[in-house]
């Protein structure tokens, strides 16, 4: 069976966000999420892989996050963009995406799909489950996909290599809220699981169970 193919692409501005793409072997159309401030590194990879867009999913709607929704939407018109239904109005308004308050003005297209709680996504050969884990923004979604061997979690700004996203920004419920949602939510996926997370490096279900320090 075929198995799903990664790509991490990392904005060079301050923010330093990961956008991720995902495809199944074997396949041309992928799935891709948080696109940020790399619009053309992330167009480098899709003609490197030889991808087209299928569909744009966000876990949350901070202006990191999506800042390069805007022009690819344009190239890849036919591609809909499932946003968390708590954070459908951040795409248009820069004091709900933080934007405003960093210099920028910052908005994106409107979405296609509202994304619920245990939502399932159903595109480019792959499901993805809807896992909600507010504390860093009232929507955070966390993707799950179970893949042949490996599965993967797109995890925003909830999980990351030994962090956790911030509690303190508007929105965000505080760093209690996260981490006992972290624990809940996520700490019950497979430890082989990978997750892919908005800032950093990779990491593991497993790994972060253990050694993550926000978690104790």
């Known amino acids: 069976m075929p198995g799903i193919q990664t790509l991490q692409i990392t904005s060079d501005d301050n923010y330093q966000e990961n956008c991720y793409v995902l495809w199944l072997d074997g396949r041309s ?10 619009v053309p590194s992330i167009r480098a990879a899709l003609t490197e892989n030889k991808l ?18 805007g022009p690819l939407k344009e190239l890849f018109p036919a591609a ?10 951040w795409l248009s308004r820069p004091t709900l995406n933080l934007s405003y308050f960093c210099g920028g003005a910052i908005t994106a297209p409107p979405a296609d799909h509202l994304v619920k709680e245990e939502d399932r996504v159903e595109v480019a050969g792959m499901s993805f489950r809807a896992i909600h884990v507010p504390g860093h923004s009232p929507g955070s979604m966390v993707y799950y996909v179970e893949s ?3 599965p993967h979690a797109v995890a925003g700004d909830t999980l990351m290599r030994s962090s956790i996203g ?15 949602n972290i ?12 997750v892919h997370p908005g800032h950093g490096n990779e990491t593991t279900i497993g790994r972060e169970k253990v050694s993550n320090p926000f978690c104790d």
């Open 148 to 150: 042949p061997g490996t």
């Open 80 to 89: 809909p963009i499932y946003v968390p239904e708590q954070e459908e109005s």
């Open 29 to 38: 159309d992928a799935v891709v999420f948080d696109p940020g401030d790399a």
């Open 52 to 69: 087209t867009i299928a569909a744009f999913l966000q876990t949350h709607c901070h202006f990191d996050h999506i800042a390069g929704l």
């Open 183 to 194: 624990r809940t939510k996520l700490f019950v996926l497979p430890d082989a699981t990978i």
């Open 166 to 180: 911030r509690g303190d920004l508007p929105g965000g419920e505080g760093e209690e809220v996260l981490v006992e």
